[in-house]
């Protein structure tokens, strides 16, 4: 059975960092894309980063692009998320996810699992 297990969330001022990790089970992680999203009240499902299942490829939102970085270790079944010049309209609730193949990571719509979530909220 697949599982995504997000953990790292918290409340951090402006400006500050986080380190979200996710630790997969239930598949062999070498073989997905895998990306962070994220999911403020009142608001859509936005894809924020994205890595390829060699890491040889990253992709990111427009609005994280040179904060956050998205990094994975196959052998430690591990996805991770740094986070860094946090902002307010960063506060969130973030999901780990997986697409259903290993090519195309950057397009979001391919994703179709999900973790639970772990919540961000950024105070100014």
């Known amino acids: 059975q697949e599982d995504l297990v997000e953990s790292g969330g918290g409340s951090v001022q402006a400006g500050g960092s986080l380190k979200l990790s996710c630790v997969t089970s239930?598949?062999?992680?070498?073989?997905?894309?895998l990306g962070w999203f994220r999911q403020a009240p009142g608001k859509g499902r936005e894809g924020v980063a994205a890595?390829?299942?060699?890491?040889?490829?990253?992709f990111y939102a427009d609005s994280v692009k040179g904060r956050f970085t998205v990094s994975r270790d196959n052998f430690k079944d591990t996805l991770t998320l740094q986070m860094s010049s946090l902002k307010s309209e960063d506060s969130a609730l973030y999901y780990c996810?997986?697409?259903?193949?290993?090519?195309?990571?950057?397009?979001?719509?391919?994703?179709?699992?999900w973790g639970q979530g772990t919540q961000v909220t950024v105070s100014s």
């Open positions: 890595i390829s299942p060699s890491s040889s490829r990253t």
């Open positions: 996810a997986k697409t259903g193949a290993y090519y195309d990571c950057g397009n979001w719509t391919r994703y179709n699992f």
């Open positions: 239930g598949f062999t992680m070498g073989g997905y894309c």
